[in-house]
């Protein structure tokens, strides 16, 4: 097939927005599936993606469409994942595109992440074409929407598709215009191999699978290549493409898109964003500079039951075959047991790693409160980064504490600015920036469109944050993030004490201003959910030597059988037997024993 | 009521088959508002000589919460008929820890109990059942939950007033004048052998606890020879397992177990078989040694629970 009739896009959308369901209408209407064998969305292939409404990992379906021109293309559509948390990988896959189609809900109009999406599809110079999705919903605003996209993106009003998905109305007309306004792909066949792989996962047959897509070059069945980041060598098992299932084709060539197996044991090998070449005769400048995502949230991950720990290894082992994002080192708890610290891209990161490990490997976990790498310069001058508070040093040791910051950037309508501006200054959160979005006239009953800027310590967004902003704005702010990098804080560690003994599971990094009503909190939870024991156990919050929260459950008193006869001295005995299981349940702090659950509520609290 | 008549028949078929010790203890259980002096009288005369009585309380507002369908009035009035029918070993029951009720409240009930001077008194916490009416209210929010600090201060005032009358804390919930604990609830304690006879009736022998089906229609249906069994429970109380509900029945006892008793009738000296659980319920001021001797102490009394299934096996 000739270059000049290929054309690789993807869609980019906030979520909810309509990109699975584009994406269907266009592998239906161009005859690569029929509708009746489209399931609920052929993109998002993993149980929790559809459930979530997400994509979290981008996939690439090959379609022929034959133009008005009489002409057929190849169209290339790369689905890219719709979370912030993603990000990295949203780039990696702009990279493999020359152009993207930027779907618009026109209910909601613009949201954070259709900016931030947005922009990151103009630094990598790809031809965008806006469309406004779901003109069939009755709360629709198409008028308002593309006013939006005029004022706030730039746009002429006759750029703008207007269409919805679901009903495939206007959709033809997308498959025309990506045709006309998307470049086919430059690069040269004969030139030595140079491919960007965009994603990867792990097959039990055929090993490491790697979506790439060829700039430069040719790659068929056999062929011998490296990965430039880490030299690692490989054979090309297969080649191919999906349409949208993997269809072994005999070479892809410069501009293609599609797959390789690689036969190699782990996706860490073979990590999205790295450069593909030839073992002999290769290039030596890799596409794209690479560097693997970095996890910016931390958490312990444990079982409940300490002799599951083997099983919560081999878990995270075979997670880790298709996430190389996710990092996970071993680490011990006095009071939890073995487990492994591990590295997240994001909340809704850990969140999908959490419900995998419980879902697909049936593990009952105590996963402990998220939190973030600080970097801490001694009074001795030796620099360690510590992402456990249990690590923290003591307070005369520390000289210095950097933390991560992120530039923050919130969407909502105007009528919610007052509440989400106190919650982000609750949250640390310092002003940079206001911009009213459009100058449209008929603003609703919620006001005009707002986008706030602000900037903000990474651990203050790690709790209730995003929760506290969907609740406080009805559910109309989105919000986008970016790392910004790290600035000093004055923090210190809030330990909790049960019965004089620290428990490192509750251990957190707070502003010392904070201490007295987080230490009052944690406390509080904890007289609440610890039963009574046969003796009185303080309950401490401290920073340091110095308590900043304190209250003590009284000893227990009564716990007795009034009445034990002939007649039911078997019922008795078996509730005395239900009381000695119940106890086995029990986690220890020192000689306190709490209930599984308590302990979880208390994680719980933010 | 059972009639006279059929207790008589009943005493009299036992005294064909077995011999009746002349001062057996022969008690029978009634409620006030179901008896009145001329049947007092006359089992009285039949052989009845202890008589326990379901007084609960002496205040109608607890009865009523109690559901009961006597008053107060009724239940002095059932004592009144004991002793002028001539028992003299007289055993109250009454109920403390209701929802609202104070250790003031309870404090008169007590004072009460003791001016009608019985021989004997079982106090009982009041166990809240799930699915009862009373839990009902106290979960829909109609009456107060029962403060377990409150039962226990109770607990305790009755403890000191009783032991300042006389009365020896001889059982968790039982008290009574010197020598009129009940000898057939001592067999329980003791975990003794003992035979149930009748529906519903627990048995204890052999190694082997059971009990009669509770459905009069199956129980007769025995006899008539249309069921092959009667019993609805038949529990088999392996060695390992008697031993320890000896351990947890006689540490009900106020004077506790006896490691010679225990070691002459199991071949175990529980202070070493025991060792660990000794030691630690020792340590929480639950248990107390003395030389071969183990028995609860005040505050052990309330937690009981906790001492008991630290001894189960397994």
């Known amino acids: 097939m000739e270059q000049a009739l290929t054309r690789n896009f993807c869609i980019i959308a906030h979520i909810d927005h309509g990109k699975s369901t584009l994406a269907d209408r266009l592998i239906e209407l161009t005859g690569t599936m029929r509708h009746e064998d ?8 993993m149980e929790l993606e559809r459930e979530r409404g997400i994509t979290i990992k981008a996939k690439a379906v090959r379609l022929h469409y034959k133009a008005n021109n009489g002409q057929t293309y190849r169209l290339n559509l790369v689905d890219t994942p719709g979370h912030v948390d993603f990000s990295y990988e949203v780039s990696r896959t702009l990279v493999a595109c020359e152009g993207a189609v930027l779907v618009i809900d026109a209910t909601q109009g613009i949201q954070a992440q259709t900016l931030a999406n947005t922009y990151l599809a103009m630094e990598n110079n790809l031809v965008l074409i806006p469309v406004i999705n779901k003109i069939d919903l009755p709360g629709s605003e198409p008028e308002r929407v593309l006013e939006e996209i005029v004022s706030v993106l730039g746009y002429k009003a006759s750029d703008v598709l207007l269409m919805s998905a679901k009903t495939g109305q206007g959709v033809p007309p997308l498959l025309e215009e990506i045709i006309r306004r998307i470049p086919p792909p430059t690069g040269e066949a004969t030139r030595p191999l140079r491919a960007l792989i965009f994603d990867s996962r792990y097959d039990a047959y055929k090993g490491v699978i790697a979506y790439l897509r060829v700039a430069d070059g040719r790659i068929a069945k056999g062929d011998r290549l490296r990965l430039m980041s880490n030299n690692t060598e490989m054979e090309v098992l297969e080649v191919g493409y999906f349409a949208p299932q993997p ?110 490990l419980e879902r697909e490997f049936s593990l009952s976990l105590v996963v402990t409160a998220p939190g973030v790498t600080f970097t801490i310069t001694k009074t001795n001058g030796q620099k360690i980064t510590i992402n456990n508070p249990a690590a923290f040093p003591e307070p005369m040791e520390i000289e210095k504490i950097e933390e991560p910051w992120v530039k923050i950037s919130i969407i909502t309508p105007s009528s919610f600015i007052g509440a989400l501006m106190e919650l982000l200054s609750e949250s640390e959160g310092v002003y940079k920036y206001q911009e009213y979005l459009g100058q449209h006239q008929s603003v609703g009953e919620l006001g005009q469109r707002v986008r706030l800027e602000y900037e903000m310590p990474l651990r203050c967004m790690l709790t209730t944050f995003y929760d506290q902003m969907k609740s406080r704005s009805r559910g109309y702010a989105s919000l986008d993030y970016e790392f910004t990098g790290y600035r000093e804080g004055k923090l210190v560690k809030l330990d909790v004490l049960v019965n004089d ?106 | 009521m059972l009639p006279v008549k059929d207790i ?297 629970n906790e001492v008991f299934w630290r001894f189960l096996p397994g």
């Not at chain 2, 104070?102 to 004997?120: G, K, Q, Y």
């Not at chain 2, 070493?272 to 028995?295: F, I, N, P, S």
């Open chain 1, 38 to 45: 489209i399931g609920e969305q052929v993109m998002d292939s």
């Open chain 1, 501 to 606: 003994m620290p428990v490192d599971a509750f251990s957190r990094i707070i502003p010392p201003d904070k201490a007295h009503d987080v230490g009052k909190a944690m406390v509080a939870k904890l007289k609440e959910v610890i039963p009574r024991q046969l003796f009185s156990v303080p309950l401490q919050a401290a920073v340091g030597s110095r308590i900043v929260a304190r209250q003590d459950i009284s000893a227990r008193r009564k716990d007795v059988l009034a009445k034990c006869y002939g007649g039911d001295i078997t019922r008795k005995r078996k509730l005395l037997e239900k009381q000695k299981e119940g106890k086995k349940k029990m986690k220890n702090i020192g000689r306190v024993e709490v209930p599984k659950e308590a302990f979880l509520e208390v994680l719980k609290l933010g």
């Open chain 1, 247 to 356: 269809c072994p084709a005999t070479e892809l060539t410069a501009g293609d898109v599609g797959y390789i197996a690689t036969g190699l044991k782990s996706v860490v090998e073979c990590r999205v964003g790295d450069t593909v070449t030839t073992l002999q005769g290769g290039v030596t400048e890799p596409l794209i500079g690479y560097h693997p995502p970095k996890p910016m949230v931390f958490a312990g991950i444990y079982t409940t039951q300490a002799e599951d720990y083997k099983y919560l290894r081999e878990a995270i082992d075979k997670l880790n075959l298709n996430d190389a994002s996710l990092t996970y080192e071993p680490e011990s708890s006095p009071i939890l047991g073995y487990g492994f610290r591990c590295g997240f891209l994001g909340l809704l990161h850990l969140d999908i790693v959490r419900e995998r």
């Open chain 2, 8 to 304: 008589g028949d009943l005493l009299s078929e036992i005294s064909t088959l077995y011999i009746i010790d002349e001062a057996a203890e022969i008690t029978m259980e009634a409620n006030p508002g179901t008896i009145d002096e001329a049947y007092l009288t006359a089992v009285r005369k039949l052989g009845v000589n202890r008589l326990s009585l379901g007084v609960q309380s002496l205040n109608d507002r607890e009865l009523a919460l109690l559901g009961r369908i006597h008053t107060a009035a009724e239940a002095r009035d059932a004592v009144c008929f004991a002793r002028g029918s001539g028992f003299d070993n007289l055993s109250l029951d009454f109920i403390y820890g209701l929802p609202g009720q104070t250790l003031t409240d309870w404090e008169h009930s007590v004072d009460d109990a003791l001016e009608i001077a019985p021989e004997h008194l079982s106090l009982y916490a009041l166990t809240l059942e799930e699915d009862t009416p009373m839990w009902t209210a106290i979960t829909e929010g109609f009456l107060p939950g029962i403060d377990p600090d409150i039962a226990a201060d109770m607990y305790e005032l009755a403890e000191d007033r009783l032991a300042a009358h006389g009365y020896s804390h001889y059982e968790i919930s039982n008290w009574a004048l010197p020598g009129r604990e009940c000898r057939h609830n001592l067999t329980y304690w003791r975990n003794l052998p003992y035979i149930g006879a009748g529906v519903a009736a627990h048995s204890c022998m052999d190694g082997h606890r059971f009990a009669n089906t509770k459905d009069l229609d199956k129980y007769l249906g025995y006899f008539s020879g249309k069921k092959s069994s009667l019993l609805e429970l038949d529990e088999e109380i392996n060695p390992e397992l008697e031993l320890a509900e000896s351990v947890i029945l006689g540490l009900r006892l106020g004077e506790g177990i006896n490691a010679d008793d225990i070691k002459s009738r199991f071949g175990i000296d529980i202070l070493a078989h025991y060792r660990r659980q000794v030691e630690e319920m020792a340590a929480a001021g639950l248990l107390e040694q003395t030389d071969r001797h183990l028995k609860l102490t005040r505050r052990g009394r309330l937690l009981s």
